[in-house]
């Protein structure tokens, strides 16, 4: 039976960069496939309740200062230097998620050209010009693309892919699935890792 690690994704989380480029070793030690997912964070906010940690946890005395002291331990560990934060953050991504979507989930071309926009080279992937030029540069054809984000199915599809995600038990991103097991945040990857092998979370 195949293996197969589903993440539900969206460009908006750092922490979602970080699983997407820390995946790879895991899968190749497993031998699973990853699978994406395209959801919208901020629909997911909305219909759970959450929000982002920053604005959760802002008058929590220490929690910000160590949540970005487990980043730096995780960016570290996993070799990710590439990472920066993207001076445009928070940046709506709604864009680039129907993109993902019209593009398909599997094009890892439209992934890697938006996921180092957004977090390696610091662009504003919030504005459709940018997202063009992005898009572009990679390759891809930005104004078919973009011309079908517009389009009701895609938008439905996002929409869908969202509300099935809150229906499943999704409150935020990066969360993973191995079949109907659900792990959260990008330091559950060695709980997923023992799943995978011995079938124990």
């Known amino acids: 039976m195949t293996k197969t690690i589903e993440l539900i994704f969206d460009f908006a989380s750092p922490n979602a960069y970080l699983v997407y480029r820390a995946l790879p070793p895991v899968l190749a030690r497993t031998g699973a496939t990853l699978v994406l997912t395209p959801c919208l964070l901020g629909g997911i906010f909305k219909a759970t309740g959450n929000q982002a940690?920053?604005?959760?946890?802002?008058?929590?005395?220490?929690?910000?200062?160590?949540?970005?002291?487990?980043?730096?331990r995780f960016i570290a560990r996993e070799k990710l230097d590439r990472f920066a934060m993207n001076p445009h953050f928070p940046i709506n991504t709604l864009l680039v998620m129907r993109g993902l979507v019209a593009a398909g989930a599997g094009n890892t071309a439209y992934v890697e050209a938006v996921l180092t926009a957004m977090w390696e080279t610091g662009q504003n992937m919030g504005d459709p010009a940018v997202v063009a030029d992005v898009l572009g540069a990679a390759g891809l054809d930005a104004p078919a693309l973009l011309a079908a984000a517009q389009t009701d199915p895609v938008k439905q599809a996002l929409v869908a892919n969202t509300q099935a995600a809150v229906d499943r038990?999704?409150?935020?991103?990066?969360?993973?699935?191995?079949?109907?097991?659900?792990?959260?945040?990008?330091?559950?990857?060695?709980?997923?890792?023992?799943y995978l092998e011995t079938g124990i979370a």
């Open 169 to 194: 038990g999704v409150f935020g991103i990066p969360t993973m699935f191995v079949g109907d097991e659900m792990f959260f945040g990008k330091d559950r990857l060695g709980q997923v890792e023992r």
């Open 53 to 72: 940690p920053m604005l959760a946890f802002a008058g929590v005395q220490g929690k910000l200062a160590y949540d970005m002291l487990e980043m730096r």
